[in-house]
């Protein structure tokens, strides 16, 4: 059965509208508390996330609509529940990060994304292939978001240690 050109808008309007709803959301939170964070140097410029998430959406759109019009009965079912589970993962990362302030929660949920994701190209790939290969950029840049959340965590830790110090090289007066 042939889908509209307008099921197909929905199918990649959904992501970019989740995102786009967290990042109004959370604005103001990027510019305080966020920017008062210690983060690690190799964190990117906040203007590059915008962009990068803005293109990971559309390709998730994309892979979910080839999905929906190819995939039959179970298989369909099956893969589009997980679709939805990460979108729903996805989405829930942003407020409990920026605006609840949970980074140990934002680590938990961002890792069970990873694994979902992994597990969706496992189902959409079997449905169409090229859906797959579009969600392998998202699953290789939330490998890194996780790395950078876990990070920021563990650097804003009220347990967190401060660097080991180097000792000083006591100089030996006898010894000249």
């Known amino acids: 059965m042939a889908m509209s050109w307008i099921?197909?808008?929905?199918?990649?309007l959904l992501p970019q509208i989740g995102g786009i709803l967290g990042g109004l959301i959370t604005a103001k939170?990027?510019?305080t508390w966020?920017?008062?964070?210690l983060k690690p140097s190799w964190r990117p410029p906040n203007a590059v996330f915008g962009p990068v998430w803005t293109?990971?959406?559309l390709f998730m759109g994309i892979a979910s609509y080839l999905v929906a019009r190819d995939?039959?009965?179970s298989f369909k079912t099956l893969a589009?529940?997980?679709y939805f589970i990460q979108l729903f993962l996805n989405w829930s990362w942003t407020p409990v990060f920026f605006g609840l302030h949970q980074l140990g929660?934002?680590?938990v949920i961002i890792l069970i994304l990873f694994i979902n994701i992994f597990i969706c190209i496992l189902q959409f790939w079997q449905i169409n292939s090229y859906a797959g290969m579009l969600l392998v950029p998202y699953l290789i840049w939330v490998g890194f978001a996780s790395a950078l959340t876990m990070s920021i965590w563990q650097l804003n830790s009220p347990y967190?240690?401060?660097p080991p110090r180097r000792p000083r090289p006591v100089s030996d007066p006898y010894q000249q």
């Open 7 to 12: 099921t197909m808008f929905g199918w990649i």
């Open 29 to 31: 939170q990027v510019k």
């Open 34 to 37: 966020y920017e008062k964070l």
């Open 55 to 57: 293109i990971l959406y």
């Open 71 to 73: 995939g039959q009965g």
């Open 80 to 82: 589009l529940t997980f």
């Open 105 to 107: 929660a934002a680590v």
């Open 160 to 162: 967190a240690q401060p």
